[in-house]
Nanobody, 120 residues
Framework: VQLQASGGGLVQAGGSLRLSCAAS????????TGWFRQAPAKEREGVSC????????DYADSVKNRFTVFKDNNKNRLYLQMNSLKPEDTAVYYC??????????????WGKGTQVTVSS
């Protein structure tokens, strides 16, 4: 199983980015998937989670109404649309998958991260 996140970069505060996570060796309509992030000197935290069939989503309070998680099962990709970015969103972002109905820091599979940097 491989998960590969991409789409990070440098953006000014108020800008937008869309992260993408390509999956291989696993089909995303059979697992719960999520996005996590880790800022320098901080612990990894959950950002968003989407259920197996995509009907249910969950977000950290800090990103609600700014970020949207969705997936394209035909392309076997997970996405995170990030709008109204803030400097405190700066972190390495990871996609992950798990064979149960909820996300957590103990996900089964993790991708390599993609750096998001938001300048003020």
């Amino acid at each position: 199983v491989q998960l590969q996140a991409s789409g990070g970069g440098l953006v000014q505060a108020g800008g937008s980015l869309r992260l993408s996570c390509a999956a291989s060796g696993i089909t995303l309509d059979t697992v719960t998937t999520g996005w996590f992030r880790q800022a320098p000197a901080k612990e990894r935290e959950g950002v968003s989670c989407i259920s197996i069939k995509g009907a249910d989503t969950d977000y950290a309070d800090s990103v609600k109404n700014r970020f949207t998680v969705f997936k394209d099962n035909n392309k076997n990709r997970l996405y995170l649309q990030m709008n109204s970015l803030k400097p405190e969103d700066t972190a390495v972002y990871y996609c992950a998958a798990v064979s149960r109905e909820r996300c957590g820091l103990d996900m089964d599979y993790w991708g390599k991260g993609t750096q998001v940097t938001v300048s003020s």
